[in-house]
T-cell receptor, first 111, second 112 residues
Framework: QKEVEQNSGPLSVPEGAIASLNCTYS??????FFWYRQYSGKSPELIMF????GDKEDGRFTAQLNKASQYVSLLIRDSQPSDSATYLC???????????FGKGTHLIIQP | NAGVTQTPKFQVLKTGQSMTLQCAQD?????MYWYRQDPGMGLRLIYY???????DKGEVPNGYNVSRLNKREFSLRLESAAPSQTSVYFC???????????FGPGTRLTVL
């Protein structure tokens, strides 16, 4: 059974600071990793994806992947109140590229 | 471009009733997926369709059936609804050669 673990939070970060979200996964053969943002009552929205070890940056977001340690992280720089949401980590591996999701981390950006 | 659409948005059923959740995408994607999301849980895969004419079980298929009607549409049917199927249901799709999935707005289902 493939598992994806996230700290459920809430993680509280002051506005303008860096928010750091972490995720570990159990299947060493996992190939693709995704971060989704989900506002309350809304559907998941893709933020970042990463396939290779190292860092990938897109605007204020940086995804970091370490396959040897089986963790993936998301950094959000210059956090804004609009970043307050639940962040879902997802890993590809569940049948025809279906995704296995963590339970999500609830992030709160305090103005 | 509407992306992925789902109907209905909300539904209340009584135990034992049946219903079909509809999903359509206009992005010409090959693969389509049905997930459920329960409070405090991540999304869990119910069924998927890698291409038109094929369907396969995911992690939690019991109590559900699916139909890939054509490339655009993928429906999820509950034959005899149970309170344990109270959840938010999301449909998603993915293009061939890419692994990112795009989600519809969801259907919030309550079974009494």
């Amino acid at each position: 059974q493939k598992e994806v673990e996230q700290n459920s939070g809430p993680l509280s970060v002051p506005e303008g600071a860096i928010a750091s979200l972490n995720c570990t996964y159990s299947d060493r053969g996992s190939q693709s990793f995704f971060w989704y943002r989900q506002y309350s009552g809304k559907s998941p929205e893709l933020i970042m994806f990463i396939y290779s070890n190292g860092d990938k940056e897109d605007g204020r977001f940086t995804a970091q992947l370490n396959k040897a340690s089986q963790y993936v992280s998301l950094l959000i720089r210059d956090s804004q109140p609009s970043d307050s949401a639940t962040y879902l980590c997802a890993v590809r591996g569940g049948g025809a590229d279906g995704l296995t999701f963590g339970k999500g981390t609830h992030l709160i950006i305090q103005p | 471009n509407a992306g992925v659409t789902q109907t209905p948005k909300f539904q209340v059923l009584k135990t034992g009733q049946s219903m079909t959740l509809q999903c359509a995408q206009d992005m010409n994607h090959n693969s389509m997926y049905w997930y459920r999301q329960d409070p405090g849980m991540g999304l869990r895969l119910i069924y998927y369709s890698a291409s038109e004419g094929t369907t396969d079980k995911g992690e939690v298929p019991n109590g559900y059936n699916v139909s890939r009607l054509n490339k655009r549409e993928f429906s999820l049917r509950l034959e005899s609804a149970a309170p344990s199927q109270t959840s938010v249901y999301f449909c998603a799709s993915r293009d061939r050669g890419w692994y990112e999935q795009f989600f519809g707005p969801g259907t919030r289902l309550t079974v009494l």
